[in-house]
């Protein structure tokens, strides 16, 4: 995602992450091609995070629906 608060506009990359499509998707933003959505009024909110600890989280166990 690319944002310009003081256009008050953002653009999405809506394609998979890989090196050429993020060059692709950031060439089209610089160049203007990119299509972009107004933000929402009263702008946005960035909150920080803790930093990585480089552990991955504990996978999430879900529960099996019983077959009557």
Do not use: C, H, Q, Y
């Not at 990359?13 to 203007?32: H, P, Q, W, Y």
């Amino acid at each position: 995602m690319a944002i310009s608060p003081s256009k008050d506009v953002f653009a999405t990359m809506r394609a998979s992450f890989s090196d050429s499509n993020m060059n692709e998707f950031l060439t089209k933003v610089i160049t203007g091609g990119a299509p972009t959505d107004k933000l929402p009024m009263g702008g946005i909110e960035i909150k920080k995070a803790d930093k990585w600890d480089g552990k991955d989280a504990a996978p999430i166990i879900e529960e099996e629906e019983e077959e009557e």
